[in-house]
């Protein structure tokens, strides 16, 4: 079984502030981890994840997480948030031999100009 | 460039018509999925399949059918469709690589409303 926990629902940050997006996650085999935004509208892409391979993962748009086995966590952080980033947040988890996505509630991030 | 096509966009349906919804993968993945994504519930998997041929239920498949037409092809059906069926509806698809499981990749989606 696995599941991933989303901590906060809506997250606003100022435009040149850093942005964490936290994402905590169980599984019962080694994980995969992903994380994906969505813009309004659209469909769901992939910004970075991770396959256990470097445990600091970096993904498109300047955005990076870090796999943390101790913590269970895959928080997604970027150093300087721009008005673009404006989106809502997916982490999601997936188990070896089992290719099925387990999704978090998400996370709306807000820039503020 | 097409990735995964979902048609149609946009639906509005009545309580107890059918409809179904089409999706197709042009990257040769032989995993595919549907999901429905809610408010404050992220996306939840209806039904998957693994391989042409084979189709196993998700969290919520209670009111839909599902057909893997072919490799490329993927339906999800609604029968008799109800309003907790109002949703936007994603297609996926994904492939192992040397064991590893590859990100999925999304169609657009489907918004659909039942009145």
């Known amino acids: 079984a696995q599941s991933v926990t989303q901590l906060g629902s809506h997250v606003s940050v100022s435009e040149g502030a850093l942005v964490l997006l936290r994402c905590n996650y169980s599984?019962?085999?080694?994980?995969?981890l992903f994380w994906y935004v969505q813009y309004p509208n659209q469909g769901l892409q992939l910004l970075l994840k991770?396959?256990?391979?470097?445990?600091l993962v970096k993904g498109i748009n300047g955005f990076e997480a870090e796999f943390k086995k101790s913590e269970t966590s895959f928080h997604l952080t970027k150093p300087s948030a721009h008005m673009s980033d404006a989106a809502e947040y997916f982490c999601?988890?997936?188990?070896?031999?089992?290719?099925?996505?387990?999704f978090g509630t998400g996370t709306r991030l807000t820039i503020i100009p | 460039n097409a990735g995964v096509t979902q048609t149609p966009k946009f639906q509005v349906l009545k309580t107890g018509q059918s409809m179904t919804l089409q999706c197709a993968q042009d990257?040769?993945?032989?995993?595919m999925y549907w999901y429905r994504q809610d408010p404050g519930m992220g996306l939840r998997l209806i039904y998957y399949s693994a391989s042409e041929g084979t189709t196993d239920k998700g969290e919520v498949p209670n009111g839909y059918n599902v057909s893997r037409l072919n490799k490329r092809e993927f339906s999800l059906r609604l029968e008799s469709a109800a309003p907790s069926q109002t949703s936007v509806y994603f297609c996926a698809s994904s492939e192992v690589l040397s064991g590893i499981n590859q990100p999925q990749h999304f169609g657009d989606g489907t918004r659909l409303s039942i009145l």
């Open positions: 599984s019962s085999v080694p994980p995969y």
């Open positions: 990257m040769n993945h032989n995993s």
């Open positions: 999601a988890v997936s188990g070896f031999g089992n290719e099925k996505l387990t």
């Open positions: 991770y396959t256990s391979a470097a445990t």
